[in-house]
Each structure stands twice: as structure tokens, then as C-alpha cells.
């Protein structure tokens, strides 16, 4: 990535410790607030205990921040010279902040996980936001604070709940009036029309994204076939590793999971392709790797990255040695130009990628 990283001296304050839905354990430095790139920062990523042994960050040092590609900004150095003569190592907790549980780290993975996946709560409430966010069921009327209040209010422990609620339960709630809670059961009636791709990625499997997602999708064809994938069933397919096959596996083996599934079945959500899919999909573009850049007259870029990848094609967000081509709207990025350039990859027009389907 082609960019200048923007330093700053900060002020780091203390360390709080964020819980991902699948358990993982990120350390968050505060910092006093700064302008930085034209943004106030407060909060910059310390990223795991390691990172934070490796740069030996104290409380209450001054940090250099970087913030370049990154959204979170991240600390990249301390300033020895001004260190507090009476500071001492951060100690990494040993506890989930949110649920008490011990936490737990494999070898040779960089985070600490809290086991409790199912006790914990911004591990069930982190599950839930991902179920129903736009990439995934996309469900209207339906965000993360409703979410929290949903589980607050002992509505929902999962999201195979959230095809339970009713409008009589909804309405008395806090900040919720009449024509919320008819949005929230619509947009839960029509995520039921949602593709089984989007709701095997919806199920929040870790290491399992939108991309792996699809490709799992479209091999196995059904949810049926995908429980009883073996590990070397899964390893064969394209571009599916030793890591994510043996996540698919303990994943369809823990019993909640399945009986979550059970429940989205019976309430009507899809588990298996639907044929229609098929019937315009191609392998034209099997093996070619694609980065989309810029502004389209004929595709949006979601519609041309679906055209991309119904005709065999990879879509990929970043430039590199692997990239066949990249097709170019207006207002293409600079940086992304000087990339392909300088790699040779040759860059092609809407009409050009039109002709490649042909």
C-alpha cells in the first residue's frame, strides 16, 4: 500500500480490554486525545500480549502513533527519554474483563480467547450484531443497541431468539414505539428470503468470512452435506486451509450450534442453494483474480463483484502478484494505479471485462 504513515507523540493512559464475538482478547490503549490525520484520537490498538512485550509500553509513557492504512490507529514505538523513572510493565489480565472466566491462548496463536462462548455476554451480544448486520441477514430495524436491549432484557440469548420476538414483547420496551417494533418482525420475516451463503456466514463459524462463506456454500450445496464434511473433505476444496477446516469441524460438532441451527430450519431460514443460482453461473473466469476500483456506468461495484465471481472469478480488495487484472471506473485511487503499474497488471475498462464474459 502505497502511503505516508502520520506519527504522533501521545500521552498513553491505561489499557482496557475489548471481547470479540468469537472470544478473542484485544488490549485498546487510552490515550490523552489528539488531532491526528484530521481525526481526534483517544483509543490506538496494542493488538496482543506479545506486541505489547515487544514495545515494553508502560503506563503513562509517550507513545508514537502511527495512523496510516490503518482505521484503528496503532502505537508503534515509546519514547524512552520521557518515561517515568517509577513505571512498570503492563500485566497482561489473565480474566475475561466482561464474564470472569480464564482466559485461555493455543500455541501458536497470537490472542488470548475467553473460553465461555456461551456464558459470556459481548460474546453472545457480539454473535447476534454479526447474525443481523448488512453482509450478512441484513435485517432492518434492527441494530446494536436493540440488540443489547433485547439481551438486557432477557428477550434474547442467542440469535435463533430473535424469530421468537413478538410486538407485544417489543413495544414496552425502552425507546421503542409501535411502528419499530412492526419494522424489526417485517425485517426478521424477510431475512428469511436471505441465500444460504449469506446465512452460513450470518452463523458467525470463526475464521469463516464472507469469501469462505461462499466458496463453502456453492461446494457443499446444503447444510447437511457441510455437518458431515470430513477434514480432509474440507481441506480439498479451493482455498480452504488446515485452520478453517478444523473451525467448520468444532463448530458443527458443539451441540448448541446445532440446535440453533434446528430452530432457523423450522423457522423457515435457507439452508441449502437455491437452483436458480446455478443457472447463470460460469467458470469463464475460473482462476483469474480481480480488483475492482473506481466508479461504474453499468455495475454497481456489489453487482460487478457478484458478475466477477457467478462467472468463476476471485475478487480481492488489494493489489498484488496474484492479481490477473483490475478493472477501472473513474476516479480510480492513485495509489492503486501506481501499484498495478509498477507489477505489470494490466488494467482493464468495464467494457473490456464485458467483452471477457462473451
Do not use: W
Not at 433485547?150 to 431468539?161: E, G, M, P
Not at 417485517?186 to 475464521?207: N, P, T
Not at 460460469?282 to 476500483?293: A, D, I, P, Q
Request: glycine share 6%; net charge neutral; with cysteine.
Amino acid at each position: 500500500m502505497f502511503f505516508i504513515p502520520i506519527f504522533f507523540n501521545e500521552t498513553f493512559i491505561d489499557v482496557i480490554y475489548q471481547v470479540g464475538r468469537t472470544g478473542a482478547i484485544t488490549p485498546v490503549a487510552n490515550l490523552d486525545p489528539v488531532e491526528l490525520a484530521g481525526t481526534i484520537v483517544k483509543r490506538a490498538s496494542l493488538h496482543n500480549a506479545d506486541q505489547i512485550a515487544k514495545l515494553d509500553v508502560r503506563i503513562n509513557d509517550t507513545v508514537f502513533v502511527e495512523k496510516g492504512g490503518e482505521i484503528i490507529p496503532k502505537i508503534v514505538g515509546v519514547d524512552l527519554s520521557l518515561r517515568p523513572e517509577d513505571s512498570v510493565p503492563v500485566k497482561y489480565i489473565t480474566h475475561c474483563p466482561d464474564c470472569g472466566t480464564k482466559l485461555v491462548r493455543k500455541e501458536g496463536d497470537a490472542k488470548h480467547y475467553c473460553p465461555n462462548e456461551f456464558g459470556c455476554p459481548k460474546q453472545i451480544t457480539g454473535k447476534i450484531i454479526h447474525f443481523i448486520s448488512r453482509k450478512a441477514m441484513n435485517i432492518d430495524g434492527l441494530g446494536e443497541e436493540t440488540v443489547e436491549l433485547l439481551y438486557q432484557n432477557k428477550l434474547i440469548h442467542n440469535y435463533a431468539d430473535l424469530y421468537e420476538l413478538k410486538e407485544s414483547q417489543l413495544i414496552p420496551l425502552e425507546r421503542m414505539a409501535e411502528k419499530s417494533a412492526k419494522n424489526i418482525i417485517a425485517g426478521l420475516e424477510a431475512s428469511k428470503q436471505i441465500g444460504f451463503e449469506k446465512v452460513l456466514f450470518a452463523l458467525g463459524i470463526r475464521y469463516v468470512g464472507e469469501t469462505v462463506a461462499k466458496k463453502l456454500a456453492f461446494h457443499y450445496k446444503n447444510i447437511d452435506n457441510l455437518m458431515q464434511a470430513s477434514y480432509e473433505d474440507l481441506v480439498n476444496v479451493d482455498e480452504i486451509g488446515e485452520i478453517i477446516a478444523r473451525s467448520v469441524i468444532d463448530f458443527f460438532k458443539n451441540p448448541i450450534n446445532i440446535e440453533i441451527i434446528s430452530r432457523l430450519r423450522s423457522y423457515g431460514l435457507k439452508f441449502a442453494i437455491d437452483e436458480s443460482v446455478y443457472e447463470n453461473r460460469t467458470e469463464k473466469l475460473k482462476g483469474l483474480n480481480f480488483v475492482v476500483s473506481g466508479v461504474f456506468e453499468k455495475f454497481s461495484r456489489n453487482e460487478l463483484k457478484k458478475t466477477i465471481e457467478d462467472n468463476g472469478g476471485k475478487v480481492t480488495g488489494s493489489i498484488s502478484k496474484k492479481t490477473s487484472y483490475i478493472i477501472a471506473g473513474e476516479n480510480m485511487g492513485p495509489s492503486k494505479k501506481e501499484k498495478a503499474e509498477k507489477l505489470n497488471i494490466p488494467i482493464i475498462s468495464e467494457e473490456e471485462f464485458l467483452k471477457m464474459l462473451e
